[in-house]
């Protein structure tokens, strides 16, 4: 792994305040995503480690804004940042917040960028007035609307723009993983979004397991278990034939991200089977992938992007 300094050398950034700005999303992202950061300081070439951390970041930021407090509050929260982030991307003046900045210099850089934040904060309402799914197809309408427009500010860094590639298939299997993704982490969340009163799990789900929100406690008794087991699985498999199709996902990008890509499917099936086996037992908390497992795929990985950088 190079150093920071010789990472962002490697990206053209020299400027000392931007290396700064830099600098603190990295360690944002290293704080709150620390698989995901070893994942792009391992496995994918050096100079696209800057803007997909700024990229990162900046998602993590907007989340943080928009995902708590009451509807209204949010809402103007989305507003202003979307007004914040216009003007930072494309006005003549530096913002005063050090992710937009940082996200600006990425857009000159990376000018494809500008599209997916357009698109990922169009989608964003989706977040703001999100009270849980009714059905099935209120979940897609999630996905494909903003968690696919979230992932894509990181993964079209990938995405195959050599001879022959091909754009079309690369955007489905990254619509199958962040399905699967997305799907893995309702489960996982389980437990902390029942004592909010809203879960991820379509309702009419939940009814056909004679299951409520308000069952989903530490508390629950085996009864309860046993029908949350049986729901568990079954929302595994949905996104096991999600992540099926995305499998892939690595012979669409370039050469030099195919260990990331390989890396985030691998991991992503580690989650989804350790989530599965926690089953019932979800409503004590989530569930967490061996952490042997995970550095022997990152390992494994590193190797595969050596390789291919000699």
């Known amino acids: 792994m190079p150093t920071w300094k010789k990472t962002l050398r490697a990206a053209g950034i020299r400027r000392s305040d931007l290396c700064d700005d830099y600098t603190e999303q990295r360690g944002l992202v290293k704080e709150f995503a620390k698989k995901e950061y070893l994942a792009v300081r391992l496995l994918l070439p050096s100079q696209l480690h800057p803007p997909v951390l700024a990229a990162v970041a900046y998602m993590h930021a907007t989340d943080e804004r928009i995902d708590t407090g009451a509807v209204s509050d949010r809402k103007h929260a989305l507003t202003e940042w979307t007004a914040a982030t216009i003007a930072a991307t494309d006005g003549p003046h530096p913002s005063d917040i050090a992710t937009l900045r940082t996200l600006a210099d990425a857009v000159q850089r990376h000018p494809g960028l500008r599209r997916r934040i357009d698109t990922f904060l169009r989608g964003a309402h989706l977040d703001v007035d999100y009270t849980g799914f009714a059905t099935e197809q209120d979940l897609q309408a999630y996905v494909e609307g903003y968690s696919l427009p979230a992932f894509m500010l990181m993964a079209g860094f990938m995405?195959?723009?050599?001879?022959?590639?091909?754009?079309?298939?690369?955007?489905?299997?990254?619509?199958?993983?962040i399905e699967s993704m997305q799907r893995v982490d309702f489960l996982d969340d389980l437990a902390e979004d029942a004592a909010g009163g809203v879960i991820g799990i379509p309702r009419q789900d939940l009814v056909r397991h004679q299951l409520t929100v308000a069952d989903i406690t530490p508390g629950a008794n085996d009864a309860v278990r046993r029908s949350l087991t049986a729901l568990a699985h079954e929302q595994a498999d949905l996104a096991q034939k999600q992540l099926n199709a995305a499998a892939q996902l690595p012979q669409l990008v370039e050469p030099a991200a195919r260990p990331f890509a390989a890396a985030l499917w691998q991991l992503q099936n580690l989650k989804l089977s350790a989530v599965r086996n926690k089953g019932g037992n979800l409503v004590d908390g989530g569930a967490e992938a061996p952490m042997p497992a995970v550095l022997k795929i990152l390992a494994s990985q590193y190797r595969a992007a050596r390789r291919t950088r000699a």
């Open 159 to 177: 995405t195959a723009t050599h001879t022959g590639g091909d754009q079309a298939s690369f955007e489905a299997a990254c619509r199958a993983l």
